[in-house]
T-cell receptor, first 118, second 113 residues
Framework: DTAVSQTPKYLVTQMGNDKSIKCEQN?????MYWYKQDSKKFLKIMFS???????INETVPNRFSPKSPDKAHLNLHINSLELGDSAVYFC?????????????????FGAGSRLTVL | RKEVEQDPGPFNVPEGATVAFNCTYS??????FFWYRQDCRKEPKLLMS???SGNEDGRFTAQLNRASQYISLLIRDSKLSDSATYLC??????????????FGRGTQLTVWP
């Protein structure tokens, strides 16, 4: 049973198109994230949702819109794709830990969605 | 300046060797520290948390030096299966939102037979 699953695994598309990546977690975690890993391998946070509420929105272009229908799902929609959007997008989740930070900062990642914009 | 700086390597070592990775972080108020491991074309996975007193998990030892803003990972008796990229991860100060992790670009390790 996959803990954090995201689809599609690979996505090749033309500039200007709109695409979506879906993510689901079956860990019962309260918080979900989207991270982007670019060609230089840096992983950067894009968004974070806690129980369907947006709590982190890094300086990401408005073309990127996350949607969380429930706390087990966090989807990412990208409008008007650009060449620079080519990257691996990782979904992740973590458990809210009221006792401190450690649990909330331990992320379980999905396998990644490799987006190539031509 | 990047939040987390790591030597990207690559480090190429024989099986059985001891290898150490270092990383520095820029925010002196950073609260939590981790090492994640990422295999080629796979997702990052938590290897271990790093505590102020230092901690060990089998062949892996992590150390934190807050004064120098420096984190290390020592791998003893390297195995072929240790070949991966090791990511140094830091959380910002206590006032920031939980779950905002800053990742280093990773240090690549290859263990050869």
């Amino acid at each position: 049973d996959t803990a954090v699953s995201q689809t599609p695994k690979y996505l090749v598309t033309q500039m200007g198109n709109d695409k979506s990546i879906k993510c689901e977690q079956n860990l019962g975690h309260d918080t979900m994230y989207w991270y982007k890993q670019d060609s230089k391998k840096f992983l950067k946070i894009m968004f974070s949702y806690n129980n369907k509420e947006l709590i982190i929105n890094e300086t990401v272009p408005n073309r990127f819109s996350p949607k969380s229908p429930d706390k087990a799902h966090l989807n990412l929609h990208i409008n008007s794709l650009e060449l620079g959007d080519s990257a691996v997008y990782f979904c992740a989740s973590s458990q809210k830990n009221d006792r401190g930070f450690s649990g909330a900062n331990v992320l379980t990642f999905g396998a990644g969605s490799r987006l190539t914009v031509l | 300046r990047k939040e987390v700086e790591q030597d990207p390597g690559p480090f190429n070592v024989p099986e059985g060797a001891t290898v150490a990775f270092n990383c520095t972080y820029s925010n002196s108020a950073s609260q939590s520290f981790f090492w994640y491991r990422q295999d080629c074309r796979k997702e990052p996975k938590l290897l271990m948390s790093v505590y102020s007193s230092g901690n060990e998990d089998g062949r892996f030892t992590a150390q934190l030096n807050r004064a120098s803003q420096y984190i290390s990972l020592l791998i003893r008796d390297s195995k072929l299966s240790d070949s991966a990229t090791y990511l140094c991860v830091v959380t910002p100060d206590r006032g920031s939102t939980l779950g905002r992790l800053y990742f280093g670009r990773g240090t690549q390790l290859t263990v050869w037979p």
